[in-house]
Antibody, heavy 114, light 115 residues
Framework: EVQLVESGGGLVQPGGSLRLSCTASGFNYRDYGMNWVRQTPGKGLEWLAYLSTRSDNIYYADSVKGRFIISRDNTKNSLFLQMNSLRVDDTAVYYC???????WGQGTLVTVSP | QAVLTQPSSLSASPGASVRLTCTLRSDMKLTTYKIYWYQQRPGSPPRFLLKYKSDSDKGQGSGVPSRFAGSKDASANAGILLISGLQSEDEADYYCMIWHSSVSLFGAGTRLTVL
């Protein structure tokens, strides 16, 4: 069974940092590019970043470029999102998503508040 | 003008067919893009339904029934998600998405209500 499990969310102050993790199982992780996508409470989906299988292609949305860093560890079937200089409007549920994407985790909530 | 425009809401009766549209910005060529469709029920993550570029380049999500089908309307410059035999469980938000210049872009979503 394909599973993606996010962790690392929580409450952080504006200007702070947080590192999200996503652990994959049930498929050959190293064969898939991976994404981070977020959803503001009650609102739509916003794609944030994509990382190719060997980390040689990385793309970011303009809204997070220069603040967020996507990375992966294929030996641990893991995906990461380092979030720096967080703002109140970064408050959202953060999902990791496989490939196209064709499969999503359950998400982890990040709240940025004074 | 938004890159992808979806109607904010639609409603239909059980058993009916409903056509959800995803209109590309007028300067974007529909034939170039593969349109992805996702379903999101309250409290759940998005679920991949299907992708459609042409009849020879398309794909159905794992376990997604065939009553969910993709197509395009060239005259409207729009991707289409057709749901036939509507069921109460189809009540959800539906999002379209494209990849454009290595960036993924989502529509704002359509809330489908099954009356």
């Amino acid at each position: 069974e394909v599973q993606l499990v996010e962790s690392g969310g929580g409450l952080v102050q504006p200007g702070g940092s947080l590192r999200l993790s996503c652990t994959a199982s049930g498929f050959n992780y190293r064969d898939y590019g991976m994404n981070w996508v977020r959803q503001t409470p009650g609102k739509g989906l916003e794609w944030l970043a994509y990382l190719s299988t060997r980390s040689d292609n990385i793309y970011y949305a303009d809204s997070v470029k220069g603040r967020f860093i996507i990375s992966r560890d294929n030996t641990k079937n893991s995906l990461f999102l380092q979030m720096n200089s967080l703002r109140v409007d970064d408050t959202a549920v953060y999902y990791c998503a496989r490939g196209d994407p064709d499969f999503w985790g359950q998400g982890t909530l990040v709240t940025v508040s004074p | 003008q938004a890159v992808l425009t979806q109607p904010s809401s639609l409603s239909a009766s059980p058993g009916a067919s409903v056509r959800l549209t995803c209109t590309l910005r007028s300067d974007m060529k529909l034939t170039t893009y593969k349109i992805y469709w996702y379903q999101q029920r309250p409290g759940s993550p998005p679920r991949f339904l299907l992708k459609y570029k042409s009849d020879s380049d398309k794909g159905q999500g794992s376990g997604v029934p065939s009553r969910f089908a993709g197509s395009k309307d060239a005259s409207a410059n729009a991707g289409i998600l057709l749901i036939s035999g509507l069921q109460s469980e189809d009540e959800a938000d539906y999002y379209c998405m494209i990849w454009h210049s290595s960036v993924s872009l989502f529509g704002a979503g359509t809330r489908l209500t099954v009356l």
